[in-house]
């Protein structure tokens, strides 16, 4: 009995060791890159998740490109992931696009996203749905409408701002850009839009989390938010299809993206279905507001680090401003897009803050087949 026992236990512990050895060692027609792959399972997310309150390249990357130089292997959320952070190889993924490689997310952040989110099309459907956005917020767009009512947001708010004893930035700045982006996508005013903002910024809180679905888990409390915004954007929804009937098919009384959307999903053959019209609708929410706040608390932070970048952009608007006065312009009060295109500084510290902030550190492919690289990894 005890032998049988004996025999078990070897059995097991030789099954556990294979398992491990073949986790650490995963099948490849070739060489795999330096890294590891962590524990079985679990691979190496929690390190991946940490917090990092820099801006800096996340701790979990600098590490091991200092350890294992520009492409590592790793283990995320159940899946084996090669990371690049060399510039060719970077290349080659972007030129090889469909042929060798497209768009890939894990599970864990398709169910954030939604199952029908962009990002999970391909192909035609995807130029379908980034040809109707570029529709809406494409230049012309950005010149007749957009660039008019975010300056009247900003000088709104900065307004607002003015008249309190101090102002958190972050928090101020996502307020107002959420309210402008729910404004110009679903045509919601402040007071409307206050219920899907709390949603939004639940949402945000745990999106870069272990993917724990338990109460009281940052995972847990994004998932809660995603599924309050997508309620109240499904209402939204169906108000505007309701509206758009009783007004005839072809109207577009509104003037937002939700009037296009309709417009698509109650065509007699819609190509849109509703559910990726609200995935779609979620995920330009997120993007517009959650980028941009970023971006411009950091900007804030940096022009105050660096007064000299600051004194030269302020030359630059004064010089504007001047001209404007010189000039007895009819529409003295707003930036013109002539304006607009001439603030060749401005547009430098915006890329350059762009750059700093690392807001997307990284984006996701599979390959589609093998894949040498330089004649050494596969």
Known sequence: MIDYAAAALSAVALL?????????????????????????????????????????????????LARYGPIFKTSLVGHPVVVS???ELNHMVFQQEGELFQSWYPDSFVEILGRDNVGEQQGTMFKYLKNMVLRFFGPESLRESILRD?????????????????VELKEAVSTMVFELSANKLLGLEPSRSKVLRKSFFDFVRGLISFPLYLPGTAYYACMQGRMSAMEVL????????????ALGGGARP?????????????????VLT???????????????????????????KLLSDHPHVLDELTVEHETILNQRQAGNESDADTVTWKEYKSMTFTSQVISETVRLANIAPGIFRKTLKDVQFRGGYN
Not at 28 to 40: D, E, T, V, Y
Not at 277 to 294: I, N, V
Request: net charge negative.
């Open 16 to 64: 556990v060791l294979y398992t491990v050895h073949r986790w650490k060692n995963p099948r490849c027609n070739g060489r795999l890159p330096p890294g590891s792959m962590g524990f079985p399972l679990v691979g190496e997310t929690f390190q991946f998740f940490s917090p990092d309150a820099s801006f800096d390249i996340p701790p979990f990357i600098r590490q091991r």
């Open 85 to 87: 952070a060399d510039e």
């Open 150 to 166: 975010v300056e009247h947001a900003v000088c709104s708010s900065i307004c607002t701002w003015s008249t309190l004893p101090a």
């Open 234 to 245: 499904r209402e939204v929804l169906e108000d505007r299809k309701q509206s758009a009937q």
């Open 254 to 270: 509104h003037g937002d993206f939700l009037d296009y959307v309709v417009q698509e999903i109650t065509k007699e053959k819609p």
């Open 274 to 300: 509703e559910g990726m019209a609200l995935d779609l609708m979620f995920l330009l929410l997120f993007a517009s507001f959650h980028t941009t706040s970023l971006a411009l608390t950091l900007a804030v």
